[in-house]
């Protein structure tokens, strides 16, 4: 009898805790789907009917949609040039040896205890001398430069894991570097290139300080910034501000659900 009451006191609290977790994505969406005269009256009401007056303005008037077409091309290519670099980067440092091999590798490592606002005035300086402010290619470089040495790292420890027999075999076949990176390597590597890929694409799309350091025109912001400073610049509404939340936070609530199904084979059971 105790340990069923103990049971039935545990689910309360539980339910308690889910509704106070959940209450305020449902106020977000009950807001975003009411004009804005109907929230001022009553904010607690349920939408007599659906209004997508809020989404329309969020997307197009405040240019929601443009920001994030910018961050769908921008994270792309980033994540590309990334993947690239991050195996090239795991096959030198796993498989081959050369003079100042573990030198490097240790200063690839170095590079990842830096948090991103130490680097930032130097990067911003740097892009300022090249004319790279202001341009994908600046926000492109930056990204990929401050994300790769840790999908080096985790590349590095899985190509080292290969049995060598495969490079003897390559080489005996006379395969270049070019060949056995993209012809063995990255066919052999295709559940851990996923793993590093979900991982680099969710760092790449919830950047924000480097995002907003180099891209100042409002032709390029990424969705990040423009989320951001929607309250700020436009002192919006509650209905506007949540038709601009709600996708953030499905995004937020399915990122790590995405994630793992994305790196469930990475490992073979």
């Known amino acids: 009898m105790k340990s069923k009451g103990t049971a039935a006191f545990i689910y309360i609290v539980l339910v308690v805790l889910s509704v106070l977790v959940l209450y305020p994505f449902f106020f977000a969406v009950i807001s975003a789907l009411k004009p804005i005269d109907l929230y001022v009256l009553n904010k607690l009401s349920l939408p007599e009917r659906f209004y997508a007056g809020n989404f329309t303005r969020v997307l197009f008037d405040l240019q929601l949609l443009r920001y994030l077409l910018n961050t769908v091309i921008t994270v792309v290519i980033a994540l590309a040039l990334y993947l690239l670099i991050c195996s090239a980067a795991g096959l030198a440092f796993g498989k081959f040896s050369f003079k100042g091999r573990l030198f490097l590798f240790s200063l690839v490592l170095f590079f990842m205890i830096f948090p991103q606002m130490v680097v930032a005035g130097e990067l911003y300086q740097l892009l300022s ?24 790292y985790i590349m590095t420890t899985f190509y080292a894991g290969v049995p060598k027999e495969i490079i003897e075999s390559a080489r005996m076949d006379n395969a270049n570097v070019i060949q056995l990176l993209f012809s063995i390597m990255i066919p052999i590597a295709k559940p851990m290139l996923g793993t590093i890929g979900i991982i680099g694409t969710l760092s790449m799309w919830n950047e924000l300080p480097f995002a907003m350091l180099l891209l100042q025109k409002d032709s390029l912001r990424t969705l990040t910034i423009g989320i951001t400073l929607l309250q700020g610049e436009y002192g919006l509404p509650i209905p506007i501000l949540s038709a601009a939340v709600i996708p953030f936070v499905f995004y937020l609530f399915f990122q790590d659900f995405v994630a793992m199904n994305a790196t469930a084979g990475s490992v073979k059971g």
């Open 129 to 152: 001398r090249i004319r790279l402010l202001n341009t994908r290619t600046g926000i492109i470089l930056a990204w990929v430069a401050y994300f790769a040495p840790f999908g080096a």
